[in-house]
């Protein structure tokens, strides 16, 4: 691939619902720029961008691909990325290195839930954004419809930039509103606007024009003092209210037919923001800078991929916002302080890599070889770091087991790769269920994960629900008595000991004090008293959970001068503590979390319905866009599952986040059946 300066690049991420038609398009437009001789199938797995083993199985994007396009000397770099909601990880990392989004919507569904979320992300990004409303081959395509759907559900100026000629199996190309001109078929021949449009194209092509002039002071002056805008003027106005993001352009085509695709091309090459007119955030010793694209700048290189192969070894996806990265050159991670020189660096399109001495500010590439570098780490000459984005917290969680010997030894360090490929994957050790638990967006995403352990790692795992991380603790205060005596025909032990436990904050953990005065506990038996007690913390005393925010404070006691001993003292300590915990009314703590739950306004009585039958309390409803937003409080064990349930009450069209809030009691008839599941358990395992 030839060489491009900063101003003509363009990074544009892919977006929209599920089979609207990204990678086909991604594809075409490779194969338009001679990139493949070919175009692949997302049917046959033979596409560009969906290389992974997962991908071509399912037949949908899993992980964001970049597939850079050359296009009239300017160089395209597309980042496709998965529709699916699951995957909204890889969008979001996509946003993070593009200075736009391109959103795709099916021309006979309109907007669906994919796109809400694309935009919402988009909003999230603060990217200006563009519409290709995609197969207008199809059946019943309807292209007033679709932008019908847009301006419905969307705020801002949604605009036309061009119009279809025919739609179905009559559509045969667009028309252009910018310079008026007709682009027929896949090669885009241009010719006349058919005779039965004129007057449509007149009425859009006005629209367009009243807005330009809008967008600039010199432009609305000349507008209204009569004179027309010239070509040029028109194409000034609005490029200037696309990246203000005043305008959103609608474009529309047929990915797999190959029509309208030269005039996108051509649009986004014009409307797209080059990465040398865009500022991007970064800090430097958390004094926030703003970095300039410039070649012979600083250099900064974000790690927005990552990918870990047992063969291959570790992948890093960059995006180089300042600077130039260059083979040979000494880059210093921000996040470790080490210096390390660069090695390996390639330009990617899908799984194909081809090796290159430098990218220069704006482009993307990959780096291998660097085993310390990770997901959004920043390469650099000084302690720079490029803002990241925020990801979601998970939302579902499974226990995994390894189903052998020989996969227990490697499926702590197979897990923590995954993790390290995926933000939205984490990885946890939860002592209080002694569960390794894996969690991400929904169970596509585990399945996906779980497969992905086998075939990359080797490592096979068994899976189960979680079980809810409960914890232990006291009501009131309360006192206990215990006398340890052990007589064995040799030395003997012995151990006398009075404490009590007072209930402490949520939050305090655990407290140990000693009221003991006069010598009837040597001092040095206090701490094995102590030592006793924490045995047992982890252990709990009425359903097998970690006991918090409780103080036991030791105010008496005896001893012998012979036979009393640390393994004594701790003995009469941990069941000492035991009966007073359970003299002081021990509950069970539940975790609960924050919830907003996203939901068009006709599903909103339902999951209302449905959060009061799981225990949830309704803290504020608000309405935005046609969509009911619901905050609520909710126990963890009411929605370990509930991603299935709300896209069943929803029709796959509600939305949730979730964050952790606090502890509170169990109530009391279900806290029964928890410590009696929990006995039983016990007693199996016995």
Known sequence: MAEFSTDKIRNVTILGHGSSGKTTLVETLLFNAGGTSRVGRVEDGTTVSDWDVEEQRRGISINLSVVPVEFQGTKLNFVDTPGYLDFVGEVISGLAVSEAGLVLIDSVAGVEVGTELAWEQLDAANKPRFVFINKMDRENANFEHAL???HEIFSGTILPFQLPVGSAESFEGVVNLVDMKAYLGADATVAEIPAQMQDAVDEARQNLVDVAAETDDELIMKYL???D??????????????????IIPVFCGSALGNIGLFSLARALTNYVPSPANVTTTASIDDESIDLNAQADGPLAAYVFKTIVDRYVGRMNYVRVFSGTLAVDSQVAIQRTGKSEKLQNLFQVRGKD????TALVAGDIGVVTKMDDLCTTDTMGEQQTAIMPPEYPTPLYSVAVMPATKADSAKMGQSLQALAEENPTLLVEHVSATKQNILQGMGDTHIDVAIRSLDNKFGVKVDTAVPKVPYQETVTRTASAHYRHKKQTGGAGQFADVQLRVEPLDRGDGFAYDSEVFGGSIPSVFIPSIEKGIRQILDRGVIAGY????????VFDGKHHP????????QTAGREVFKIAMQEARPVLLEPIHYMRVTVPEEYMGDV???????????QGMENRNNRALINAEIPLAEILRYGTDLRSMTQGRGIYTIEFARYEPVPNHLAEQVITQSKEQESDQE
């Not at 890599?353 to 290159?356: A, G, K, Q």
Request: no cysteine; proline share 2%; glycine share 10%.
């Open 353 to 356: 890599l081809e090796s290159v």
């Open 225 to 227: 003092e009569g004179e």
């Open 229 to 246: 805008l010239t070509e040029d003027e028109v194409r000034h106005g609005l490029r200037k209210g696309v990246l203000d993001g005043q």
């Open 562 to 569: 012979v036979d009393s001993k640390d393994i004594a003292f």
């Open 608 to 618: 209302m319905g449905d959060l009061n039958n799981r225990r949830g309390r309704v």
């Open 148 to 150: 019908a759907s847009l």
């Open 546 to 553: 970690p006991i918090v925010d409780v103080k036991a404070i």
